[in-house]
């Protein structure tokens, strides 16, 4: 799947004249915590509930003499900006510019790693330098919704087909150990035995085998032999 089959397509958005209150209301009709900025069908900017905490009509807007001298002193440059941020009246002046997008191409792993190295909500989708969509965390989390339906079937329907599939599962694992622990299938029970490292890799075992459809129950006798803590021997 990619970013062009999970995103919202129906897209809210402004334009660099529109007046910063009208924006605020579209915020609260859409509850959306921001909306893209197009001019002439390219984006250029993203407004967010950040950009309009700090505004006059609210009495939040930053004030310097509130602040001590020496704030003052090495930050007094910044001043001119923020009183444009909490004064401005229309969104080209209060408006991020869109730093974070991605392309329509962009893979499920390369959305998942953009929205969470940047701990970003959404982030929006571009063909070339037109928007064409959003994608959301939300948007990622019903992908997942999606899928994990599509891949519930009747599962395996022996012991010797649930065997196969988990040790398929475990064998391109690079935490798996298959020299040093052994798996076998009883009525749809899949038991552990031998020797094992951690107890994080005794429950990587576990979720593995559970989720091989037609398992019905995990059962790891190797727990018993791992330390209570790393450093002892």
């Given at each position: 799947?990619?970013?062009?089959d999970?995103?919202?397509?129906?897209?809210?958005?402004?334009t660099?004249?529109?007046p910063?209150?009208?924006?605020?209301?579209?915020?609260?009709?859409?509850?959306?915590?921001?909306?893209?900025?197009?001019?002439?069908?390219?984006?250029?900017?993203?407004?967010?509930?950040?950009?309009?905490?700090?505004?006059?009509?609210?009495?939040?807007?930053?004030?310097?003499?509130?602040?001590?001298?020496?704030?003052?002193?090495?930050?007094?440059?910044?001043?001119?900006?923020?009183?444009?941020k909490?004064?401005?009246?229309?969104?080209?002046?209060?408006?991020?510019?869109?730093?974070?997008?991605?392309?329509?191409?962009?893979?499920?792993?390369e959305?998942?790693?953009?929205?969470?190295?940047?701990?970003?909500?959404?982030?929006?989708?571009?063909?070339?330098?037109?928007?064409?969509?959003?994608?959301?965390?939300?948007?990622?989390?019903?992908?997942?919704?999606?899928?994990?339906?599509?891949?519930?079937?009747?599962?395996c329907?022996?012991?010797?087909?649930?065997?196969?599939?988990?040790?398929?599962?475990?064998?391109?694992?690079?935490?798996?150990?298959p020299?040093?622990?052994?798996?076998?299938?009883?009525?749809?029970?899949?038991?552990?035995?031998?020797?094992?490292?951690?107890?994080?890799?005794?429950?990587?075992?576990?979720?593995?085998?559970?989720?091989?459809?037609?398992?019905?129950?995990?059962?790891?006798?190797?727990?018993?032999?791992?330390?209570?803590?790393?450093?002892?021997?």
């Amino acid at each position: 799947m990619l970013a062009r089959d999970v995103m919202t397509r129906d897209v809210a958005w402004v334009t660099p004249e529109a007046p910063v209150l009208d924006v605020a209301e579209l915020l609260v009709a859409r509850r959306v915590s921001a909306v893209p900025v197009l001019d002439n069908g390219e984006l250029v900017g993203i407004v967010s509930e950040v950009d309009l905490l700090h505004r006059q009509e609210l009495g939040t807007a930053w004030d310097p003499f509130d602040r001590p001298w020496w704030v003052r002193l090495f930050k007094g440059e910044q001043w001119p900006a923020s009183y444009v941020k909490s004064h401005a009246a229309t969104v080209a002046d209060v408006m991020s510019p869109p730093v974070i997008t991605v392309l329509e191409e962009a893979s499920m792993v390369e959305l998942a790693k953009v929205l969470e190295r940047h701990s970003i909500r959404w982030v929006p989708v571009l063909r070339g330098r037109t928007l064409v969509g959003i994608v959301s965390r939300s948007d990622l989390i019903r992908a997942l919704v999606a899928k994990g339906r599509m891949a519930r079937g009747p599962g395996c329907t022996n012991d010797d087909a649930i065997h196969t599939a988990v040790l398929g599962e475990l064998e391109v694992q690079p935490w798996w150990r298959p020299g040093q622990s052994q798996v076998t299938v009883s009525d749809g029970v899949v038991h552990f035995s031998g020797l094992v490292d951690s107890h994080d890799e005794a429950r990587a075992a576990r979720v593995a085998a559970e989720n091989i459809p037609g398992v019905k129950g995990v059962q790891d006798h190797r727990l018993d032999g791992v330390m209570p803590a790393l450093g002892y021997w």
